[in-house]
């Protein structure tokens, strides 16, 4: 299992080690929610995760998505595309150990602020994975 929460500890989550899509994501929505250059997020199938304390507030960033949080300290935890309904993306780094899970690539690059340069040769993506590779 896979185990992870928001840094007040109100809220905890486990889930099956069966992760997929594990990206670092460049676009504006994931930056401003998360107040950060870019957020690193991994994939399970929705009926593979499970709450185990406290309630997820959530937020509709934008039309068909919407974004889990602890209503208490604010970390984001969940991000669910209406397109998708049986998968739930969580953010990596809110794992008890994110070590142990690599991203497997760059998605949404076009917007990647000029400042960050990652030098990790991992695949970069223009916009979302399904549409193609390129900068």
């Known amino acids: 299992m896979l185990s992870g929460g928001c840094c007040c500890g109100a809220v905890r989550y486990e889930t099956a080690?069966?992760?997929?899509?594990?990206?670092?994501?460049h676009c504006p929505t994931c930056r401003k929610s998360a107040g950060?250059?870019?957020?690193?997020?991994?994939?399970?199938v929705l009926s593979d995760?499970?709450?185990?304390?406290?309630?997820l507030a959530n937020y509709r960033?934008?039309?068909?998505?919407?974004r889990?949080?602890?209503?208490?300290?604010?970390?984001?935890l969940t991000y669910q595309h209406d397109g998708f309904p049986s998968?739930?993306?969580?953010?990596l780094c809110s794992l008890d150990d994110p070590e142990?899970?690599?991203?497997?690539?760059?998605t949404f690059v076009r917007y990647r602020l000029s400042w960050m340069v990652p030098g990790?040769?991992?695949?970069?993506?223009?916009?979302?994975r399904a549409e193609g590779a390129g900068k």
Do not use: Y
Request: glycine letters at 6%.
């Open 17 to 25: 080690e069966r992760a997929f899509h594990a990206t670092i994501c």
């Open 36 to 44: 950060a250059p870019s957020v690193a997020w991994f994939s399970v």
């Open 49 to 55: 995760f499970a709450l185990i304390s406290g309630t």
């Open 61 to 66: 960033s934008s039309l068909h998505v919407t």
């Open 68 to 76: 889990g949080f602890c209503a208490e300290c604010g970390t984001q």
């Open 87 to 91: 998968d739930i993306d969580i953010t």
């Open 100 to 106: 142990g899970m690599r991203p497997d690539d760059h």
């Open 120 to 128: 990790d040769n991992l695949p970069e993506f223009k916009r979302s």
